[in-house]
């Protein structure tokens, strides 16, 4: 299946006098919820879904337990899990450097290979607007600001780096 885009007129904020340019922003279909997930693979497995949101549950519990241990969450094909902070105020020198000049933490995700192949084999489709369609089920451009996973900055490395 193809991924839905959308386009999106932006400005070069360092460059105010310059015309929007267009860019393609990617647009889902809807939200899939860890019960349907579960539901999904229990349909094709041997495992119950209160088996599969009890495991998703203790998998989640322990990358955050292994990130705050300093490590690297390495999870297999799914990718890793790390940490990295954010300098709020740097100083001239290592002396007048504090911990209160750092000014969060966020955690960063790096796909594993089946995601990155995912990203470089993907088909685009312009979406068009059904003006008959409920708009309350109406997808929204992703913005990475749905507190649902992924790394909490909105901000996804480019995998085919």
């Known amino acids: 299946m193809a991924q839905n885009y959308t ?3 932006r400005k070069n904020l360092l460059k105010p006098d310059e ?3 267009y860019y393609a922003v990617a ?3 809807r939200k899939v919820t860890v019960k349907e997930v579960c539901k ?3 349909e ?3 495992y119950s879904k209160g088996e599969l949101e009890g495991c998703i549950g203790e998998f989640l519990l322990e990358i955050v337990n292994v990130l705050d241990e300093g490590n690297i969450a390495q999870m297999g094909d799914l990718g890793n899990f790390r940490m990295s902070i954010k300098t709020g105020t740097p100083t001239d020198t290592v002396k007048e450097f504090k911990t209160s000049c750092i000014d969060k933490g966020k955690v960063l995700f790096y796909p594993g290979s089946d995601l990155r192949k995912l990203c470089k084999t ?3 489709t312009l979406y068009k607007n059904d003006s008959s369609a409920d708009s309350d089920k109406d997808p929204l451009p992703d913005d990475g600001d749905d507190n649902q996973g992924g790394s909490g900055s909105g901000v996804t490395p480019d995998p085919s780096v």
Do not use: E, H, Q, V
């Open 40 to 42: 999904r693979i229990s």
């Open 7 to 9: 386009l999106m007129a």
């Open 122 to 124: 993907l088909d685009y």
């Open 19 to 21: 015309t929007p340019k």
């Open 44 to 46: 094709r497995s041997s």
């Open 27 to 29: 647009r889902s279909g």
